[in-house]
């Protein structure tokens, strides 16, 4: 186990980034069996968690295409990392790309072992991340666009945007690894690449019809709070199983992730007691979001102070942020995306360069990386999060306009109005 005292932060970050890669030692029974268990409440943040978070959210006519997206990309995106994303992400390569020697998990065998767990496991908790991350993206154009094309838009984008990303942050050779960077379970890699392609898909595809004029409340608040609760479960296997071991790290890891959702909330909550007179049920579990999604880069660096502190920003900060969103420029990210995970994991990046400092005492960071101070470290979390925006948002509008003109990506206003659950799938969420 780790002693927070006695590794450095290149250490820590080392052990839990360590590439899927063949190792010459044992695995560990006590850090698989957590993995293990972590991988299941990652899966499980996805269906049922974000499935029924999102689901209520939107209209009754639309409920069942929510939870087909989450099912079906679970599936589509399970079957590509297979094939070829798992490759691209973890094996040798240069530092933007990984190669072709992992395709199809060729050499993950009962005996390989990526650090002290199998290398089987290390892949399959992987595989949730990448399933996750375009579910994730869905929030922006719910409501409007073709199955079809979600599907499609969703494979080329695990292939083109989010392997690559995560190939330079956490494969011993990827050019963010190596320069650094601090992003412990997914700031640049889920967060803000889920929330900068939200961000282009809703700019590129145009609000719903009615959008501003038209009343949009989420038709079972009920189903939302449940997904929430599992979604807040779930972040555990998330955070702490990132430290790829049962130890120190992954306890803290946990411990901070809990406090930060805590914040979060709280303070999402008091903001619209403040604006709007009284909190509301949908802010109290979007300000935990907001909370998990800003710790998440951080969740391995920070301690317990740190965590307060960054939660009770990103409810401030991401309430603000949804309210400039909908309110201010009249974007249409339909489930609030980009304002609480875009926003969220570019907070949580920066602010782990601060909190991750030792000197800092009652925050309790681990310290930096021997040659590293605050400025140094700052200008690396930046450098990472202009990276990953850039590359996310140019990559998405051009998948996008593929995709668009492949198979058509918005169904028609008549479609919109009838609703989704009869067009693209003949059934219907309610039949009372």
């Known amino acids: 186990m780790f002693?927070?005292?006695?590794?450095?932060?290149?250490?820590?970050?080392?052990?839990?980034?360590?590439?899927?890669?063949a190792q010459a030692q044992e695995s560990n029974g006590a850090d698989t069996a957590w993995i293990m268990t972590s991988t299941a409440l990652v899966l499980f943040m996805t269906i049922p968690g974000l499935s029924l978070f999102y689901g209520g959210l939107v209209r009754t006519r639309n409920v069942l295409s929510v939870l087909m997206q989450c099912f079906a990309i679970t599936c589509v995106a399970s079957l590509f990392w297979l094939a070829l994303g798992y490759s691209l992400a973890f094996s040798e390569g240069n530092g933007f790309i990984g190669g072709l020697g992992k395709v199809l998990f060729s050499g993950v065998a009962e005996d390989s072992v990526s650090g002290t767990i199998p290398e089987s496991v290390f892949a399959l908790f992987q595989m949730t991340f990448a399933i996750i991350t375009p579910a994730l993206i869905f929030g922006g154009f719910a409501e409007r666009v073709r199955f079809?094309?979600?599907?499609?838009?969703?494979?080329?984008?695990?292939l083109l945007v989010y392997a690559p990303v995560t190939h330079w942050v956490w494969a011993?050779?990827?050019?963010?690894?190596?320069?650094?960077?601090?992003d412990f379970a997914g700031g640049t890699v889920v967060h803000i690449t889920a929330g900068i392609a939200s961000l282009v898909c809703a700019l590129v595809l145009g609000p719903r019809t009615g959008f501003g004029k038209t009343p949009m409340p989420p038709h079972n608040m009920t189903m939302?709070?449940?997904?929430?609760?599992?979604?807040?479960?779930?972040?555990f296997g998330f955070n702490g199983g990132s430290a790829l071991a049962a130890d120190g790290n992954a306890g803290m890891a946990m411990l901070v992730t809990h406090i930060s959702a805590a914040a979060g909330s709280v303070s999402w909550m008091?903001?619209?007691?403040?604006?709007?007179?009284?909190?509301?049920?949908?802010?109290?579990?979007t300000g935990m979001v907001a909370g998990l999604g800003t710790i998440t880069p951080a969740s391995g660096f920070v301690?317990?102070?740190?965590?307060?502190?960054i939660g009770l920003i990103a409810g401030v900060v991401c309430f603000f942020a949804t309210q400039a969103i909908k309110n201010k420029l009249q974007i249409d990210d339909s489930l609030d995306v980009f304002p609480v995970h875009g926003v969220g994991g570019i907070m949580g990046t920066f602010m782990a360069g601060i909190f991750a400092s030792s000197a800092l005492g009652l925050f309790s960071g681990q310290g930096y990386a021997e040659g590293m101070n605050m400025g140094s470290q700052l200008g690396v979390q930046v450098t990472g999060i202009v990276a990953t925006i850039v590359y996310t948002g140019v990559l998405t509008l051009v998948i996008l306009k593929v995709v668009n003109a492949i198979t058509g990506f918005r169904v028609t206003s008549e479609e919109e109005t009838t609703g989704?659950?009869?067009?693209?799938?003949?059934?219907?969420?309610?039949d009372l």
């Not at 079809?148 to 695990?158: E, K, P, R, T």
């Not at 903001?271 to 109290?284: H, T, W």
């Not at 301690?303 to 502190?309: D, I, M, S």
């Not at 989704?420 to 309610?430: A, F, K, P, S």
């Open 3 to 21: 002693s927070r005292s006695k590794v450095t932060l290149a250490g820590v970050l080392f052990s839990a980034c360590l590439p899927a890669i």
């Open 148 to 158: 079809g094309a979600v599907m499609l838009f969703s494979v080329l984008w695990l």
């Open 172 to 182: 011993s050779d990827g050019w963010l690894f190596n320069k650094g960077l601090l």
């Open 224 to 235: 939302t709070v449940t997904g929430a609760g599992m979604l807040w479960v779930g972040w």
């Open 270 to 285: 008091m903001m619209e007691k403040i604006k709007f007179g009284k909190p509301s049920v949908l802010g109290i579990v």
């Open 303 to 309: 301690g317990p102070g740190g965590a307060l502190v």
């Open 420 to 430: 989704l659950d009869i067009v693209l799938h003949d059934e219907r969420g309610y």
